[in-house]
Each structure stands twice: as structure tokens, then as C-alpha cells.
């Protein structure tokens, strides 16, 4: 096999928001334009698996019985909001279960050494998504839900979170607060939705330290945020020796995404493909990455043919940035407490 191994399901273009909100970016479009993009290329050598249903017993390893409960009563009586950034239609349902049980399913061939990387393109997408809550497009935070199966059901004692989605991982933050068994890392620019994730909070309680925070002014380019992820997100997630590591992967950090304002290039989620390539072999743990955001068709379609052969072990990470800007000072400052991060 020269890739790695894909997870997907049809279910995911039912989820449309726009018959109660027409604007919605959320569209089938991103999956249609990705899937497209991909069988142009042969899907790239990589093997194509269905994403399998979670149960409602799996989603519940994040999220209150009852909060899926009132998901499932939503949507078989024709959908609405749920959030007012959020719209379910009653093909939600199923999307959102196989979004979770695919992201599920990628965790248990990533333990069982089916392949060393994965990637899983699905939507609803989740990182929003909190115990009681849809937030922000999502649904069921789906890397949130692998992460705790991998811990409570297969037998791993430390998963690492990456999420470079441009909004906060609000909900997976949250849901991992106080342990610390999960290692979240969030890169993403502040000001903007949902407003959380400033770089003094660095978890609570036993998971205080487990929780880093990375926030980036809007204009942010590739320079500063290969700076703040070579010097505090690597060694962290070095030091912290996990045993799988999973990234929420969002293209919306894109200078040609419409919903802000950072202006990373394609060529800055492959180094960032590159190097987590390089540290999952180093540590020998698989490697999986989960859609989340990206809401210009055709740029998440590029930024995903183009990571996929870097996961593959295409190409180098390229050389470490040095800005010499203020924030990587007080990162570092913050998250030395707890890591040997790079000074």
C-alpha cells in the first residue's frame, strides 16, 4: 500500500443545513469537491474503508445520554436548529453517526497497525461540540469520542490531540479539561468564534498542564505558525509519549477561506503533515487526522490532496521558522511550566 487508509461514507452529504439556514457554508459541496479531487487522482494509492455507525454507548463516552438523545428527537422530526450557528435535516442523524463511528473505526486500525496513517473525511465535523451541546456546525465531537474509546476500550493510556482548524477546539478542551491521559494542543486565531481558548488556559485541576493553548492574531501567515507549532507543540507532544496521535484537521486557516483571517498556504498544513508523519514513526504510534473545517471547496480539495501523499512520507517538513515575535515568547514562558518546549 503506498498511502494510508481513507474513511468515508455517503451519509455525509445528506447533512445540508440550508433548508433552514440558505447560507450555511457547511454544504456537501466539501466532500463532494474532495472526493472528486481525489478519484482524479486514483485516491492516491490510498485504500478506501467505510466509515462505520457509532452506537449511542460510544457517543456517550463524551456526551450526556440525554443530549444524544435530543440529537436523534430533532432530526426524526424533521431537523431544525440546535445551535444557532447549527441545522440538522434528518439525514443528519446517521452523518453524524457514522462521522463519530468512522473517526472510531480509524482509531481501532490505527492500534492494530493496519497502517501507520489515516485520514477520515466526514462531516458534520465536531471539535465545537460539548457533553451537552452543538456548537458552531457540530454535532458529536467526533476525534473527542476516539480519543476516549482508545483510552476506556482499547487499552491506550495517553492520546495526543492536535487541532489546526483556525477556530478554537472549544469542546474538545473542554471535554478533556481535567485529565490527563489526553494532551490537547490548539492552534487557532483569537479574536474569533467561539472566543475561548486564550494562552493562560492551560487546563484545570489533575489536566492542568494537558491543555495548550496556541491563539494567533488575524493576518497570521505560515511563518509564526510553524514557529509556535516546531517550538511547543512537537516537543509537548514528545515529551508526552503518546500512543496515538490524532489531529482535527481543518483547512479554514487558508488565506482563500472565507470564515477568517489567517493566511497559511497549502505548503503550511503539508509541513505540519510532514513533521506529525515524522513524530508518530519516531514515537511508533499511528497517525490519523479527522475533517473538520474548510469552507472553500475547491481550497479544502487541494489542502487534502496535498497533505495525504505528505502522511504518506512524501516530501520534508522543511526548516524550522524564527520569527522573533513576542507571542512565541510568552508561549513559551507559559508552557515551559510543564514541557521542555524549544527556547
Known sequence: MSGGLYFSHPASIGHDPRPFMPRH?????????????????????????EAPAATEA??????????????????????????PDTAIVPESWPAAL???????????????????VAYCAIRPSGHHAERGRAMGFC?????????????????????????????HGNGTA???????????????????????????????GAGEGYTINLP???????????????????PAARAFEPQLILVSSGFDAHAADPLAHC????????????????????????LGLVQEGGYQPAILAECVCAV??????????????????????AALAQYGRWWPVSA
Open 25 to 49: 457554508p457547511d454544504t456537501p459541496e466539501r466532500i463532494l469537491a474532495l472526493e472528486a479531487a481525489l478519484a482524479q487522482r486514483d485516491w492516491l494509492g490510498w485504500e478506501r474503508r
Open 58 to 83: 460510544e457517543l456517550e463516552l463524551v456526551h450526556a445520554p440525554e443530549y444524544v438523545r435530543e440529537v436523534r428527537t430533532l432530526c426524526d422530526s424533521g431537523g431544525g436548529l440546535i445551535d
Open 98 to 116: 457514522h462521522a463519530a463511528g468512522g473517526t472510531c473505526e480509524m482509531a481501532r486500525a490505527l492500534i492494530a497497525g493496519d497502517a501507520p
Open 139 to 167: 454535532v458529536f465531537d467526533n476525534v473527542a469520542v476516539a480519543a476516549a474509546l482508545a483510552i476506556q476500550q482499547l487499552g491506550l493510556e495517553r492520546v495526543f490531540i492536535l487541532d489546526w482548524d483556525v477556530h
Open 174 to 204: 473542554e471535554l478533556f479539561r481535567t485529565r490527563s491521559d489526553v494532551l490537547f494542543v490548539s492552534m487557532h486565531q483569537s479574536p474569533l468564534y467561539p472566543g475561548s481558548g486564550p494562552l493562560s488556559d492551560a487546563g484545570s
Open 216 to 234: 494567533v492574531p488575524p493576518g497570521t501567515g505560515g511563518e509564526l505558525w510553524m514557529e509556535l507549532f516546531d517550538r511547543i507543540a512537537i
Open 263 to 286: 493566511l497559511l498556504e497549502t505548503e503550511t498544513f503539508v509541513a505540519m503533515a510532514a513533521r506529525m508523519r515524522a513524530l508518530a514513526a519516531e514515537l511508533g504510534v499511528g
Open 308 to 329: 495525504l501523499p505528505a502522511l504518506a512520507g512524501e516530501g520534508e517538513g522543511g526548516e524550522p521558522a524564527g520569527t522573533g515575535d513576542p507571542l512565541v515568547a
